[in-house]
């Protein structure tokens, strides 16, 4: 304070200078104390410290386990009577509301923990008292329920805080693993699970906070399909299937609420909050998958087609009310579809024969989506997988004898040098650093091809020749293209492919074939040796160049 004191009375001192030099007249202040002397702060503005919020948290947990272990230990010694542990809990909720409104002058960001704690133990109460304590039915659960969540929305709408609205996510979903189910069946956590997703994306939109709709999300989804997995023990088929149509009906709750708030603000998905979404993305799709190959198996494979079209159809109608025309959450929204198409058509649907031709069209189609702006700068997780598919059929394609036939593997390996040149080409105007591992994985099909089809034209040593002379070939062919596009890494690869020719020749055609095959081998290899040392040597003016 000392030194800000000395600040404003030099900048005083100063103003008057100025304004006697301006002849500017002065006005006479009543007070001949120091400038800062009657500056005081509201103590609204005080800035309140950040740290001391995880001790808050954990507090806020403590009280969440006080409750269920009272319940617990009344429900295990019998000393209080259902009712009384009812009504113990209830109260216990509105000590820490009552204390949460004596402290909100203070600070009301930190006080804001003990209601939501309230809330959470309120919930706790109404769990238990139904499905522990056997108090009530469930429809009077539901209302319980219905008008706890009416009384902590107008509880947050007072507060409306960030940290009210995490603690009680966080704790109230918890529930379901802090008490028992008493015996019931999932079903019954239905009512509690739909009051809670409605009231915590109520308070992430009075917030105006996305990522609390996420967060609120996560937990969801994840702690309903655990509730689930412990009670699913002889659950039947309807039991199943109600289960996953609820998990459906929270993902479209989380999923519109998320689109709205993006609409309603004209604020699309930054990338960085995109890809926090795509998770709970998965986590629902795990879920529901594993919940369907417990009793519909046939049906897993369309389930995960009418989830690319469910979300693929949530992004465009987020386009039209969007007045960006490219939406930053594109690259997850296509990773996700590329997982989910895998699983239904690479892994349900195609026999295993067929792995490398499925591989094959998935690279073809996103080499045809590159004219439709999905490049591998901005949708690189997409070619992952892509290539991954690629490269688990990759090598099956260099076995000396293929399961459906030397022609059958021909077609592939020509075709799969093919799709790797197109991958190149469009590295080399990108200028990426793989362009030589995309060109030598390309050379290397195209050369697996020169075999199996020599193969096919004859066998024995002829067929050694001929493969060599193939290969030295489509060297040759290498060097021309190299050599009009004046690209080296093309050039490189050539060369490579005339050492591996001459190698061959001299250690392995040579040793099994008679002399006159040596005679012509050797003068047909040479004149394509030569020919291509001619081609390099005019090539070495615009390498030097650049």
Same mark, same amino acid.
């Given at each position: ?37 009657? /500056?005081?702060? =509201? ?5 309140? =410290? ?43 909720? @509105? ?20 209601? &939501?704690?309230?809330?959470?133990? %309120? ?37 409306? %805080? ?16 802090? #008490?028992? *189910? ?7 956590? #239905? ?30 989804? &994840?702690?309903?399909?655990? $509730?689930?997995? $412990?009670? #699913? ?33 004209? $604020? ?13 993305? @998965? ?17 897993? =494979?369309?389930?995960? /087609? ?9 992004? %465009? ?75 688990? *059929? ?6 000396? %004898? ?10 592939? *390996? ?26 030598? &994985? ?31 070939? $489509? ?45 012509? &081998? ?23 160049? *650049?």
């Amino acid at each position: 304070m000392a030194r800000l004191e000395e600040t404003l009375s030099s900048i005083n001192k100063r103003l008057s200078q100025i304004e006697s030099r301006l002849n500017i007249p002065q006005e006479k202040s009543k007070n001949t104390g120091p400038a800062t002397q009657n /500056i005081k702060l =509201p103590v609204d503005a005080a800035v309140k =410290p950040a740290g001391g919020r995880w001790l808050g948290g954990i507090a806020v947990l403590f009280f969440i386990l006080a409750a269920a272990f009272f319940i617990k230990l009344a429900i295990d010694s019998g000393w209080l009577t259902p009712m009384r542990q009812f009504i113990g809990a209830l109260l216990f909720g @509105l000590v820490l509301i009552g204390i949460g409104f004596r402290l909100k002058e203070k600070d009301p960001s930190y006080s804001s923990f003990l209601p &939501a704690a309230g809330v959470v133990v %309120h919930y706790l109460a109404i769990y238990a008292g139904h499905l522990v304590l056997n108090l009530y039915s469930s429809n009077a659960a539901l209302i319980f329920t219905a008008i706890e969540t009416f009384l902590a929305l107008g509880l947050f709408s007072f507060f409306q %805080h960030d940290l009210f609205l995490a603690a009680a996510t966080v704790g109230t979903y918890l529930i379901p693993t802090l #008490m028992e *189910n008493g015996g019931g069946t999932p079903t019954f956590l #239905m009512p509690y699970f739909l009051f809670w997703d409605a009231f915590f994306v109520a308070g992430a939109l009075i917030l105006r906070k996305r990522i609390l709709i996420g967060f609120s999300a996560y937990l969801a989804i &994840a702690m309903f399909h655990f $509730s689930f997995l $412990s009670l #699913m023990h002889g659950s039947g088929q309807q039991e199943t299937l109600a289960v996953i149509i609820f998990q459906f009906c929270q993902f479209v709750l989380f999923t519109s609420a998320t689109g709205w708030f993006s609409a309603k603000m004209k $604020s699309p998905l930054k990338s960085g909050e995109a890809w926090a979404f795509l998770p709970v993305l @998965l986590i629902f799709y795990a879920s529901e998958l594993v919940l369907i190959y417990s009793k519909y198996e046939a049906l897993a =494979p369309w389930f995960s /087609i009418f989830c690319c079209i469910l979300v693929l159809g949530v992004y %465009h109608l987020s386009k039209r009310f969007l007045p960006e025309k490219e939406l930053a959450s594109g690259p997850m929204i296509f990773f996700f579809i590329s997982l989910a198409l895998t699983h239904a058509i690479y892994i349900e649907w195609l026999p295993d024969d067929f792995n490398a031709w499925g591989a094959l069209l998935a690279g073809v189609i996103l080499i045809l989506l590159k004219g439709q702006g999905v490049t591998f700068q901005r949708f690189w997780q997409t070619y992952f997988v892509v290539i991954c598919l690629l490269a688990s *059929n990759y090598f099956t394609l260099f076995e000396r %004898h293929y399961p459906q036939g030397e022609l059958h593997a021909l077609i592939l *390996n020509i075709l799969y040098a093919a799709c790797l040149w197109a991958v190149f080409e469009s590295a080399a105007k990108q200028r990426h650093g793989l362009t030589f591992a995309v060109l030598l &994985a390309s050379a290397a099909q195209l050369m697996m091809a020169c075999n199996r089809l020599a193969l096919l034209i004859t066998n024995g040593s002829s067929a050694d020749f001929l493969t060599s002379a193939f290969w030295g070939v $489509s060297a040759l062919g290498l060097t021309i293209v190299a050599q009009n596009r004046k690209e080296p890494v093309i050039l490189r690869i050539a060369l490579f492919n005339f050492g591996i020719v001459a190698f061959k020749v001299l250690f392995n055609d040579l040793s099994g074939a008679n002399s006159i095959s040596r005679v012509f &081998a050797l003068i047909g290899i040479g004149v394509m040796l030569y020919l291509g040392g001619l081609l390099n040597r005019k090539s070495q003016a615009w390498q030097q160049k *650049n």
